[in-house]
Every structure is written in structure tokens, then in C-alpha cells.
């Protein structure tokens, strides 16, 4: 009998690349929402070593770092819009990871089923094989008796 072949085995190879696929994607994204984290925790940071500076700080300087806070303030708040930019982005690439892995999974048992079908039948035809080599075993023997 000639060997097992998967008729969706094109199929599962192109589920499988496109998992990988969204794998990548997923992890890029996490990346990118973790930079963003680290970019608003550094922009955190520093507006709170400047709003707390010394305070013996001349009128001008001090108007020069309420304005340079106010300018911090807006890049945080664009930072956390960003970062819910992003973490919209996390999300949809999580649910196309999990679609594409169920996807992969679901061929992947089909194949299996496949598979355990085919071994079910070439055993089948091996025990016909055998059986019909016993009958003709026993039926030269009793030939051979009479």
C-alpha cells in the first residue's frame, strides 16, 4: 500500500505559515506597547525631577520650567493615547493569533483522524493478507492429508 498522504496537507502548511505570520505580528506589537510603556515612564520620570528642581531658581527659569512642563505634560498625554493606539493594535493581532491557531489545530486533527483512518485500513489489508495466507496454508495441508 503506498504511504499516508494528508489531502489538506497544502492547507495546514499555509495555516502553519500563518500562524508564524501572526505570531511575528503579535510580538512586534507587544514590543512596540513595551517601548511605549518605557517612553512614558522615562517622559514620567523626567517631569517629576523637573517639577520638584530646586527652588532656588531664578523668575526666569522658573517661567522657562513651567513651560517646559506643560510641553511634557502634552507629550505624555500623547504618549498615552498612543500607547491605547497600540494596545487596540495588541489586541486585534492577539485575536488573529488565536483564530490562525485554532485554524492550525483544527488541520492538524483532521490530519490526525486521516492518519488513524489510513492505519486503521492498511492494517485491515494486512490481516486479509494474512488470513488468505492462512487459508491457503491450511487448505494445501488438508490436500496433502487426502
Known amino acids: 500500500m503506498k504511504k499516508f498522504k494528508f489531502s489538506l496537507q497544502k492547507v495546514l502548511d499555509v495555516a502553519r505559515a500563518k500562524e508564524d505570520m501572526a505570531l511575528e505580528e503579535f510580538a512586534k506589537a507587544q514590543n512596540l506597547v513595551l517601548q511605549q510603556k518605557n517612553f512614558i515612564h522615562n517622559l514620567e520620570v523626567k517631569y517629576q525631577s523637573v517639577r520638584f528642581g530646586s ?11 513651567e513651560s517646559y512642563l506643560q510641553a511634557l505634560m502634552v507629550r505624555i498625554e500623547r504618549a498615552y493615547q498612543k500607547l491605547a493606539e497600540l494596545e487596540d493594535d495588541l489586541k486585534t493581532k492577539r485575536m488573529i493569533l488565536i483564530d490562525a491557531m485554532r485554524n492550525r489545530k483544527l488541520l492538524e486533527k483532521l490530519r490526525e483522524k486521516a492518519q488513524e483512518r489510513y492505519k486503521k485500513a492498511v492494517e485491515h489489508e494486512e490481516q486479509l493478507f494474512l488470513d488468505e495466507i492462512g487459508i491457503l496454508a491450511f487448505s494445501r495441508k488438508e490436500g496433502e492429508y487426502r
Open 55 to 65: 527652588e532656588e531658581e531664578e523668575i526666569l527659569s522658573l517661567v522657562n520650567r
